[in-house]
């Protein structure tokens, strides 16, 4: 392959003037500059990219960290987040963390030493501090589903808190009164967040109408993870019509646990899932769900963070905040009794 020096000397020019021609061509003459042109053409030279970016101090790279790439609502967010850095000629590394801190802060560090212009990042749990140390670094840190407390970054997140009230309120306008929550731990914010909107949906509701909310936590919100679980929850008796699940894995590992035990959804159990991934309405049985963006969420996201790698010194952090909305399918339906009491009335 050619090398500047080539260009330089087969133009007759010096290697300052090749460099302009490639990086200020408004400093040249116009006729310099179509010769140094014609001649980097003729050649086929190519720039070296990484070496004009070290000197300029950019590389555009920016990192995703997400914690479990094998939900396809974190798939649809990645294509969000490439799509908008491919536009804006920018790279993208993806990091999974399989929901692991210690994987998580692994990854910061590398992203850290590879000196990406950008973090783009949903925590696996709370890790502010971490992320704190990074920004110092002069890195670029956007939170993605999940709003960004107590740091000076960007953040786009989703309603949580609306979205777990959602999930309640459609149970209980069916009739359900014994409900199973069946999610992940609560230091995951998203789960915490869901949690309170569904204790703050309780405190609308006549103390006559409370339905008892009963809780099993899964070590990973995985469908087989929920599969094992129903399996076992269900030898020990069904004392809930209703579940409300963490995630849409969750949801199809529970109907398919429930199923298995000849247990019909809805007629026995509803079943409400989360995020409304692309294949929930195309399951054996059309999946309920609390639908958020998730390819506007890492567009947005990737968007926002590629601004201000860009524009540092005009940019200005944004919190962006989605309100998911509740997607009815055949998965749930009102109780028995409900319906009996439909019919009286």
């Known amino acids: 392959m050619a090398s500047i020096r080539d260009v330089a000397k087969a133009a007759g020019v010096s290697l300052g003037t090749v460099s302009n021609a490639i990086n200020r ?12 042109q014609k001649v980097i053409e003729e050649m086929g030279f190519v720039p070296n990219a990484s070496a004009r970016n070290l000197r300029a101090g950019r590389n555009r790279v920016i990192g995703l960290i997400v914690p479990d790439i094998s939900n396809p609502f974190f798939t649809a967010l990645a294509m969000g987040v490439n799509d908008a850095a491919f536009a804006a000629k920018y790279v993208v590394i993806l990091c999974n963390t399989d929901e692991s801190t210690d994987k998580e802060s692994q990854y910061l560090e590398v992203l850290s030493a590879q000196n990406v212009e950008g973090i783009l990042i949903t925590p696996a749990r709370e890790t502010i501090r971490a992320l704190a140390k990074v920004a110092e670094k002069g890195i670029r840190l956007a939170l993605v589903d999940r709003p ?29 009164r014994k409900i199973l929550l069946l999610t992940g731990s609560e230091d995951i914010p998203q789960v915490a967040d869901r949690n309170t909107g569904i204790r703050d949906s309780m405190k609308e509701i006549p103390a006559n109408q409370l339905p008892q909310i009963m809780e099993l936590r899964l070590d990973s919100m995985s469908a087989s993870n929920a599969y094992d679980a129903m399996m076992k929850k269900i030898e020990s008796g069904v004392d809930f019509t209703g579940i409300i699940c963490g995630n849409d894995l969750i949801a199809l590992g529970a109907i ?46 990737a968007e926002l963070i590629i601004s201000e790698c ?36």
């Open 25 to 36: 061509p408004e400093v040249l003459a116009p006729l310099t500059l179509r010769k140094v």
């Open 310 to 345: 860009e524009n540092p010194e005009r940019h200005v952090h944004q919190r962006i905040e989605f309100q998911p909305r509740l997607v009815v399918r055949s998965s749930t339906a009102p109780t028995k009794s409900h319906r009996a009491n439909l019919r009286i009335s």
């Open 256 to 301: 398919r646990a429930l199923r298995e035990k000849n247990i019909a959804v809805p007629e026995d159990v509803s079943v409400i899932g989360y995020d409304d991934i692309d294949f929930a309405g195309s399951a054996n049985v059309p999946l309920t769900s609390i639908s958020q963006p998730a390819y506007e969420l890492g567009f947005a996201a």
């Open 148 to 176: 960004a407390l107590g740091l000076q970054a960007c953040s786009v997140a989703v309603n949580d808190s609306y979205g777990g009230s959602l999930a309640l309120t459609h149970l209980h306008e069916l009739g359900h």
